[in-house]
């Protein structure tokens, strides 16, 4: 009979332990967010995955020599588990010298904010404590340089202001009308590219949900502001930017 217990009580044990080795991986939970992403990718394009200290699981893409995450970051937390302040109120929003995110009118709402993702403000994406997981970083302005070259861009048009290029946008939006509200583009790249808007650097409030996509290079342009890419629905074209840092714009991170 005791011999039969033990067995009984090493086999609970295994149970147990391949429950929380299933829960958990490298001491990060699985995050309720994961899977419910609605985003469209490209069938044709192999993506791989990665997951952020927050839980998240993000599909990623090579293009060219680099590889990209194809959804948007979405973490509250730094890489070494800090969080990252939610800030809803408005007025405190403008005021920030810190790192701070917001998710405007889909807080709540499990399959948009796993589509949209969260958007932060510049001190976020560049903090040092880092808001990219091991491995990744936010992408510098030459690094989308590089990106958009490879789609075509000459080094001319890349180092300019201002919406450039050709068809770069195109490549890079998701397809179709589900999330751009006139239309998307080609996804030919596998970029997956979303239009989530913007939080206001001065208001607080949020713009241009499912019309445009923006999104934080590491890099500053000067005291105040730092450069940003963008790409809105109706044209087929990449913008760059320079935004003030207290803007809330979405993140997409590199691989290192």
Not at 160 to 174: A, C, H, P, V, Y
Not at 223 to 243: H, M, P, Q, T
Request: with cysteine; charged share 20%; aromatic share 14%.
């Amino acid at each position: 009979m005791m011999k039969k217990i033990i067995k009984i009580s090493v086999l609970v044990l295994f149970v147990i332990l391949v429950i929380n080795g299933c829960k958990k991986e490298n001491n990060i939970p699985i995050n309720p967010y994961s899977g419910k992403t609605t985003v469209l990718f490209n069938p044709n394009v192999s993506y791989g995955t990665m997951t952020d200290q927050d839980g998240n699981v993000y599909k990623t893409v090579t293009i060219g020599t680099q590889t990209w995450m194809a959804e948007n970051l979405r973490t509250t937390k730094y890489r070494d588990g800090t969080a990252i302040t939610d800030v809803t109120d408005n007025k405190a929003w403008r005021n920030l010298t810190t790192g701070a995110y917001g998710c405007g009118n889909y807080t709540n709402i499990p399959d948009s904010l796993a589509t949209y993702g969260r958007l932060y403000n510049w001190y976020a994406a560049t903090d040092s404590r880092n808001i990219a997981p091991s491995g990744w970083h936010v992408p510098t302005d030459t690094e989308w340089k590089t990106l958009e070259m490879f789609l075509g861009m000459t080094q001319e048009q890349a180092d300019s202001i201002g919406f450039r290029g050709t068809d770069q946008g195109n490549q890079l939006k998701e397809t179709g009308r589900t999330h751009w509200y006139w239309y998307g583009g080609t996804n030919s790249s596998g970029f997956s590219a979303l239009p989530a808007g913007y939080r206001d650097e001065y208001s607080g409030n949020f713009w241009y949900y499912s019309e445009s996509g923006l999104w934080w290079s590491a890099t500053e342009f000067n005291g105040a502001n730092a450069w940003c890419r963008c790409l809105i629905s109706d044209y087929d074209k990449v913008s760059r930017e320079f935004s003030d840092k207290n803007t809330g714009l979405s993140v997409r991170c590199l691989r290192d």
